[in-house]
T-cell receptor
Framework: DGGITQSPKYLFRKEGQNVTLSCEQNLNHDAMYWYRQDPGQGLRLIYYSQIVNDFQKGDIAEGYSVSREKKESFPLTVTSAQKNPTAFYLC??????????????????FGAGTRLSVL | AQKVTQAQTEISVVEKEDVTLDCVYETRDTTYYLFWYKQPPSGELVFLIRRNSFDEQNEISGRYSWNFQKSTSSFNFTITASQVVDSAVYFCALSEDLYNFNKFYFGSGTKLNVKP
């Protein structure tokens, strides 16, 4: 079955600790995204990657880091600099990240999410 | 300014009632795309529909229907004869053609409770 796998489902972070959230896709999609969701709010973009070995900051990148060494993998590290990390984190992917005027926007497909809490 | 507004934070209905979820968007682009996603309690966002700005035809898929009106910048979602399994948070999203990547603007979501 093709899809996006996020792990772990639940994660706990201690004070001053960095933690890494995994996101793997077997859809052969070029583009991948990380979102943060807080209770009662919409999704906010943390980082995105349109192609392997390239990634860009989204709207709330401070305190987070990513890498894109393989097409199928886009891990997110929540660093100790992120003072309020408790949230639900969603990873998504789409066929192509680049868009040119007149072409259809690509649907983003999502993983099941990781819930991060602070101990 | 918020690009996508879902004014209804939470709606409760009894099974078999019809319910409409509102979505109002804001954009200066002439080419844009609108989406609806469903987020059940499990957490994963499930894609429901994509619409482009040049296609104002309403769409029906089973019990689901969508009403796109450019004149009022709205893209409303109606569930007919609601069922308990429809209970979820529903998100409306906008993607503009201005950017060279697939940036989505999400509304804050509407939580739908369908009671038996």
């Amino acid at each position: 079955d093709g899809g996006i796998t996020q792990s772990p489902k639940y994660l706990f972070r201690k004070e001053g600790q960095n933690v890494t959230l995994s996101c793997e896709q077997n859809l052969n999609h070029d583009a991948m995204y990380w979102y943060r969701q807080d209770p009662g709010q919409g999704l906010r973009l943390i980082y995105y990657s349109q192609i392997v070995n390239d990634f860009q900051k989204g709207d709330i990148a401070e305190g987070y880091s990513v890498s894109r060494e393989k097409k199928e993998s886009f891990p997110l590290t929540v660093t100790s600099a992120q003072k309020n990390p408790t949230a639900f984190y969603l990873c998504a992917s789409s066929i192509g990240g680049f868009s040119f005027r007149g072409l259809a926007k690509n649907i983003q497909y999502f993983g099941a999410g990781t819930r991060l809490s602070v101990l | 300014a918020q690009k996508v507004t879902q004014a209804q934070t939470e709606i409760s209905v009894v099974e078999k009632e019809d319910v409409t979820l509102d979505c109002v968007y804001e954009t200066r682009d002439t080419t844009y795309y609108l989406f609806w996603y469903k987020q059940p309690p499990s957490g994963e966002l499930v894609f429901l529909i994509r619409r482009n700005s040049f296609d104002e035809q309403n769409e029906i898929s089973g019990r689901y229907s969508w009403n796109f009106q450019k004149s009022t910048s709205s893209f409303n979602f109606t569930i007919t004869a609601s069922q308990v399994v429809d209970s979820a948070v529903y998100f409306c999203a906008l993607s503009e053609d201005l950017y060279n990547f697939n940036k989505f603007y999400f509304g804050s979501g509407t939580k739908l409770n369908v009671k038996p």
